[in-house]
């Protein structure tokens, strides 16, 4: 089992940016494609963004183009979510995932960590 730890969310105005970061076992994360998800209250697990394994592709959900940016540091072993612009809207839990294949699907998605709030107030 592969362990992977979220961690920047938390309370912020609207206009304003949050960096997430996602921690995972140094060795292997570099195998593995990249997603952030977000689930809000009620909602199903919704894809925000994905990145090769060596960061050269990038697809992103239509919501958050040009306002979300995500990357990687595989020597590091750490991925990351820098979300600017933010809306009300975006106000979730969100999730880093590591996986085999470039999918907007949460079941191709192996590894998940434990989520981290973002809200974003009016």
């Known amino acids: 089992q592969l362990r992977i730890v979220e961690s920047g969310g938390g309370l912020v105005q609207a206009g304003g940016a949050l960096r997430l970061s996602c921690a995972a076992p140094?060795?292997?994360?570099?195998?593995?494609?990249l997603g952030w998800f977000r689930q809000a209250p009620g909602k199903e697990r919704d894809f925000v963004a994905l990145l090769s394994w060596s960061g050269g592709y990038t697809h992103y959900a239509a919501s958050v183009k040009g306002r979300f940016t995500i990357s990687r540091d595989n020597a590091k072993a750490m991925g990351y979510l820098q979300m600017n612009s933010l809306k009300p809207e975006d106000t979730a839990v969100y999730y880093c995932?590591?996986?085999?294949?470039?999918?907007?699907?949460?079941?191709?998605?192996?590894?998940w960590g434990q989520g981290t709030q973002v809200t974003v107030s009016p």
């Open positions: 995932a590591l996986g085999t294949s470039l999918s907007e699907s949460p079941k191709d998605y192996t590894y």
């Open positions: 140094p060795g292997t994360f570099g195998d593995y494609a």
